[in-house]
């Protein structure tokens, strides 16, 4: 006999050492959705007999039990994840060694070079204001999000092209001027939009979306961390 209870408990009523299997489906069209794993927090007896088919006699229990999920999250979860972790390593990696470039591989003063380090990283903040109105009102979520991703990359080739060719440094800073401007468009473009698309993997009320936001911040935080250490390093 079971009786739902609120906050994912099931109360079972049954005999000592029967075996509770439980699955889940679609009401729709029966499609298996779930699987639940059953732990056993607390058993009450009542204290009566009652016979069984074969005349034995068996104390009859209250199980208490709670029930947990196995479904796994989107793979387009993980996919953001690891972009998350380029983009916040591309990001941070290029800002701790950018004023030294400039200053010792481009010859530009230090204060032109902290001017442009300023401008750049406010620049970066303020954009995602142009990229989230023109995801709302023309492009939408994933095409903002697809080519913040490319103008990105195009930026940080132009960068190592920059590096690459810092022994002439009239060429080298036009490189990193155009790599510049595409970062900051791409990161208005990228930033305030792949949040949205991790809520948009979900159902509304799917209880995994809170686990997935942590994910992806997870990736945040361990890109934003691990540049500055390896790039520095190297």
């Known amino acids: 006999e079971l009786n739902r209870v609120p906050d994912y408990s099931l109360l079972v ?15 729709e069209n029966g499609v298996k959705r779930r699987r639940f794993s059953v732990y056993i927090l607390k058993i009450f007896t009542h204290g009566r007999y009652l016979s069984d088919q074969n ?13 947990t999920t196995t479904v796994k999250h989107p793979k387009g979860l993980y996919f953001v994840f690891s972009i998350s972790i380029a983009e916040r390593f591309g990001y941070y990696g290029m800002r701790a060694l950018f004023v030294l470039y400039m200053i ?15 401008n750049y990283t406010g620049l970066v903040y303020l954009t995602p204001l142009i990229g989230g109105y023109v ?3 023309y492009w939408g979520m994933r095409r903002s999000t697809f080519w913040g991703i490319v103008l990105m990359v195009i930026g940080q080739l132009l960068m190592f092209f ?15 001027y155009s790599g510049l401007g595409f970062l900051i468009f791409g990161n208005g473009f990228f930033k305030p939009n792949v949040s949205t698309f991790v809520g948009q993997l979900y ?3 799917d209880r995994r979306l809170d686990s997935a936001y942590t994910i992806f911040y997870m ?12 790039c520095g390093f190297l």
């Open 203 to 205: 159902e509304p009320g």
């Open 219 to 230: 990736g945040v935080n361990l890109g934003a961390f691990a540049a500055p250490l390896i």
């Open 135 to 137: 995801a709302d009102k």
């Open 13 to 27: 009523r049954g005999y000592f050492g029967c075996k509770i299997e439980f699955e889940c489906k679609n009401r």
């Open 55 to 67: 005349g034995t006699f068996a104390n009859q229990y209250t199980f208490i039990i709670m029930t």
């Open 104 to 118: 010792n591989a481009l010859m530009m003063d230090k204060e032109l070079s902290a001017l442009i380090y300023g």
């Open 162 to 176: 920059s590096a690459l060719n810092f022994q002439y440094p009239e060429p080298a800073r036009w490189l990193m």
